[in-house]
């Protein structure tokens, strides 16, 4: 699952629940504020995948997954 706007993680821990442990969701954020949040969240979770990157430019985080781009 791909997340965008993730924020500080709110919705990604209830998509989590959703996925389980085995389904990963990739939560992309582009505010360190808010990120930092969603930081601790994915240290809990070891299905979520933490991204502080701007959206906008996509080919910083392609390498997380093939499928990406």
């Known amino acids: 699952m791909l997340y965008l706007g993730a924020a500080s993680g709110t919705t990604v821990s209830h998509i ?6 085995d389904g990963l969701v990739y939560a992309v954020e582009f505010s360190h504020w808010s990120g930092r949040d969603l930081i601790n969240l994915a240290k809990k979770r070891t299905n979520i995948i933490s991204v502080i ?3 906008r430019h996509h080919t910083n985080t392609a390498c997380l997954s093939p499928w990406w781009m």
């Open 16 to 21: 989590s629940d959703i996925v389980g442990p």
């Open 53 to 55: 990157e701007d959206a």
